[in-house]
C-alpha cells in the first residue's frame, strides 16, 4: 500500500511540474512585447471572410468590429448560410447603417458540398472568387469581436516568409456564473497551452497567405474536411512552413453555455483534433494520465478508509488536495497575462469574482470528468453534429453530410463553434 501510494503521489508531483513548465512557457509567449505593426505602405491587400449559420448573439458586435478596422485595403466577404438564415437580415441592418458598407459583399452559399463542413463550402466559395491581388485571407468567426488592429496584427506575423498562417485563440469571460460556462472556462484555459506547444491553429481569428492555394493542395483538403483550421500544421510543415501565434490576438469570449451545450461543442473539437492534428495521441496520453492517477489516488484512498490505514489515506489525500489546488493556481498567471491584453484594448475584465473563483474551484473535478467523457468519446465517433446539422466522419477526408436544412434555431443553449 506504501510503496503505491508513493507511485501516485510520485505521478501526481510530475503532472504538476510538466504543466508549470508547459503554462509558464505559455505565459512567457503572451508576455512578449508586441511587433511593430506594418505601416499601411508595407500593408498587403486582404480579405476577411466571415461564415454564418444562425444569428450568433455578438453577431452585431463583430460586424461593426470588422467595419471599424484600422486597415488600409481591405474588403469583407459576408457568406451566409441560406436566404432564411436570421443571421442575413441582421448583417444587411448592420451594413446598410455603416459608412463603409462598400468593402463589404453579402452573398449566399450556392453550393453546399456534401464532401465537406458547410463552412468549408462557404470559404471555398469565397476563394475561388478573390481577386489575384488578395494576398492574405483572415478568418473569423461570429462570437469573435475584433479590436481597430485586428486584421493589422495579423498581417504583421505573416510578413515573415517563413509564417503561412497566423493565429490568436480565445479566452472565455462569461458573464454569467453557470456551471457550464465555468466548466468550460476551466477547459479552455487548459487547452489554448495545449493548443499553443501543438501549433494548433484556432479559426475564430485566423490568416493565411493565398499563395498556398496555388502551391500546395490546401484547397482540395478543404473541399473534403470537416474544419478548416486544425490541418494547418501538418499541411504547412511539409512545405517548410509554419503557424504562428499571435499573443495580442487572445481575443475574450463572453458568450454564456450550459453544460450540455458544451459537452456537445467539446466533443466535436477534440473530433476535429483526432482527425487532422498529428500530435492527438499526446493530446490523449495526457487525457488518460490527468484522469486516471487522480482517480486511483482518490479509489486508494477510500480502500486504506476501509483498511482502518488512515495515515495512508491522509497522505493522499493531502497530496491529491496539494495537486488540484496547484493546478487552480496555474489558472491565475494566464488570467492575468491576458487580462493585461484585454485591458491594452479597453475590454472590461473584472469578471472572475470571489464568488465565481469558489464555485471554479468546486467544479474542478467535474471539468475532468467531463473532459475525459468527452476524449473517449472523440476517439471512437463516427458522426457528429455541427449547427443542425449531421455529418458521417469515417475519415479525415471521407466526410459526408447527411442532408441539409436550412438553420432552426434548437431549444439547448447554442454552442460556440470553433477551436
Known amino acids: 500500500m506504501i510503496e503505491f501510494s508513493l507511485i501516485l503521489s510520485g505521478i501526481l508531483l510530475l503532472i504538476v511540474i510538466g504543466q508549470t513548465v508547459l503554462v509558464l512557457g505559455f505565459v512567457r509567449k503572451l508576455q512578449e512585447r508586441p511587433a511593430e505593426l506594418l505601416s499601411d505602405e508595407q500593408a498587403p491587400r486582404a480579405a476577411i471572410i466571415l461564415c454564418l449559420r444562425g444569428g450568433d448573439p455578438f453577431l452585431e458586435e463583430c460586424l461593426k468590429g470588422l467595419l471599424n478596422q484600422d486597415y488600409p485595403d481591405y474588403e469583407i466577404r459576408i457568406v451566409v448560410d441560406h436566404p432564411d438564415d436570421p443571421a442575413g437580415q441582421i448583417a444587411a441592418d448592420v451594413v446598410e447603417r455603416d459608412d463603409s458598407a462598400a468593402r463589404v459583399t453579402l452573398e449566399f452559399l450556392q453550393e453546399k458540398r456534401s464532401s465537406c ?28 469581436l475584433a479590436h481597430p488592429t485586428w486584421l493589422r496584427e495579423l498581417a504583421t506575423t505573416l510578413a515573415d516568409e517563413q509564417v503561412g498562417a497566423a493565429t490568436g485563440n480565445r479566452w472565455y469571460m462569461p458573464r454569467s456564473h453557470s456551471v457550464g460556462s465555468l466548466v468550460r472556462y476551466s477547459w479552455n484555459a487548459a487547452a489554448v497551452v495545449q493548443m499553443y506547444w501543438y501549433r494548433v491553429a484556432w479559426g475564430g481569428t485566423l490568416a493565411v497567405k493565398t499563395r498556398l492555394f496555388r502551391e500546395t493542395d490546401l484547397l482540395e483538403k478543404w473541399g473534403n474536411a470537416f474544419c478548416e483550421d486544425t490541418m494547418l500544421y501538418g499541411m504547412l510543415k511539409k512545405h517548410g512552413l509554419r503557424v504562428a501565434f499571435v499573443p495580442s490576438l487572445m481575443m475574450i469570449n463572453r458568450e454564456e453555455c450550459d453544460l450540455g451545450g458544451f459537452f456537445r461543442w467539446v466533443c466535436r473539437q477534440l ?21 486516471l492517477t487522480p482517480a486511483a489516488t482518490l479509489g486508494t484512498i477510500f480502500y486504506a478508509l476501509g483498511q482502518n490505514d488512515t495515515a495512508t489515506a491522509c497522505c493522499l489525500a493531502m497530496a491529491l488536495a496539494l495537486y488540484e489546488a496547484s493546478l487552480a493556481a496555474l489558472l491565475w498567471p494566464m488570467e492575468s497575462a491576458i487580462r493585461r491584453i484585454a485591458q491594452g484594448r479597453g475590454e472590461p475584465t473584472d469578471w472572475l469574482t470571489p464568488g465565481r473563483l469558489l464555485k ?53 443553449v447554442e454552442e460556440t463553434k470553433s477551436l
Open 360 to 412: 471554479f474551484l468546486a467544479i474542478m473535478p467535474l471539468t475532468q470528468a467531463v473532459y475525459a467523457t468527452a476524449l473517449t468519446m472523440a476517439q471512437f465517433a463516427k458522426s457528429t453534429n455541427w449547427r443542425g446539422i449531421a455529418y458521417r466522419v469515417a475519415g479525415p477526408w471521407q466526410i459526408k453530410m447527411q442532408g441539409y436544412r436550412p438553420y432552426a434555431a434548437q431549444p439547448e
Open 117 to 144: 463542413s458547410l463552412k468549408c463550402s462557404s470559404i471555398l466559395q469565397v476563394v475561388g472568387s478573390l481577386d489575384d491581388s488578395i494576398q492574405f485571407i483572415a478568418q473569423i468567426d461570429a462570437d469573435t
Open 271 to 291: 473530433m476535429t483534433a483526432r482527425l487532422y492534428h498529428p500530435a492527438w495521441p499526446a493530446v490523449v496520453g495526457h487525457g488518460v494520465v490527468s484522469t
